[in-house]
Nanobody, 122 residues
Framework: VQLQASGGGSVQAGDSLRLTCAIV????????MAWFRQAPGKERTFVAG????????HYSDSVKGRVTISRDNAKNEMYLQMSDLNPADTADYYCAAGGSSYDTALSRWSYWGQGTLVTVSS
């Protein structure tokens, strides 16, 4: 499984942004996927996870209510729609595959894409 994250950029506080993770691989449709983020100088942390069929989603408390994770198995893509962004959301965002939607530990995820940088200015 290969993952390619895109959609990052520089935005103002209060703006919205949608990240996309393109997936290549024979079995990705049967595994959970997630988004993590890593702020400068900090550890990588869980943002949101989604089950293989999209029916179960989980969010970190820091983004709950502002972020929606979704996937389109027909297009081989996963998304992270973010709204009401604030400077604390500034980070490299990574997509991951192979875990369960509620797995917040990095070690539970087998496949990782490269990061896409989101910068939010006040």
């Amino acid at each position: 499984v290969q993952l390619q994250a895109s959609g990052g950029g520089s935005v103002q506080a209060g703006d919205s942004l949608r990240l996309t993770c393109a997936i290549v691989g024979p079995t990705w449709r049967t595994v959970g996927m997630a988004w993590f983020r890593q702020a400068p100088g900090k550890e990588r942390t869980f943002v949101a996870g989604i089950s293989w069929n999209g029916q179960n989603t989980h969010y970190s408390d820091s983004v709950k209510g502002r972020v929606t994770i979704s996937r389109d198995n027909a297009k081989n893509e996963m998304y992270l729609q973010m709204s009401d962004l604030n400077p604390a959301d500034t980070a490299d965002y990574y997509c991951a595959a192979g875990g369960s939607s509620y797995d917040t530990a990095l070690s539970r995820w087998s496949y990782w894409g490269q990061g896409t940088l989101v910068t939010v200015s006040s």
